[in-house]
Nanobody, 128 residues
Framework: QVSLEETGGGSVQPGGSLRLSCAVT????????FVWFRQVLGKEREGVAA????????YYDDAVQGRFIISQDRVKNIVSLEMNRLKPEDTGMYYC?????????????????????WGQGTQVSVSS
């Protein structure tokens, strides 16, 4: 059994930084990927950053490339998302999700339907 818990959300001004953490209870399977999704009220969850454990491959949505960094700590069982140069459009509820790596082409890892394990979310608000 795997459970996920996100922490680190908050309110910040544009240009600021936040660091989100996803604490993983249970085993971090080598063939799994962990993904941070953002959801804005009335819209679907959209993936922003992903890391696959085995090869430590990382993936980013174009909107956050160069500003966000996703990382894994397999000793502490934590997946982190460092968010820099935050913009108002980064505002939303951020969820950590986990599931097996799939042999699909394209950005399957940014599709919420492929992930069965989710945290409760942490709110990020960026405004002046």
């Amino acid at each position: 059994q795997v459970s996920l818990e996100e922490t680190g959300g908050g309110s910040v001004q544009p240009g600021g930084s936040l660091r989100l953490s996803c604490a993983v209870t249970g085993y971090m399977y080598r063939n799994w990927c962990f993904v941070w999704f953002r959801q804005v009220l009335g819209k679907e969850r959209e993936g922003v950053a992903a890391v696959c454990i085995e090869n430590e491959d990382t993936y980013y949505d174009d909107a956050v490339q160069g500003r966000f960094i996703i990382s894994q700590d397999r000793v502490k069982n934590i997946v982190s998302l460092e968010m820099n140069r935050l913009k108002p459009e980064d505002t939303g509820m951020y969820y950590c999700a986990a599931g097996p790596k799939l042999p699909y082409a394209g950005r399957w890892y940014f599709k919420s339907r492929w992930f069965g394990y989710w945290g409760q979310g942490t709110q990020v608000s960026v405004s002046s």
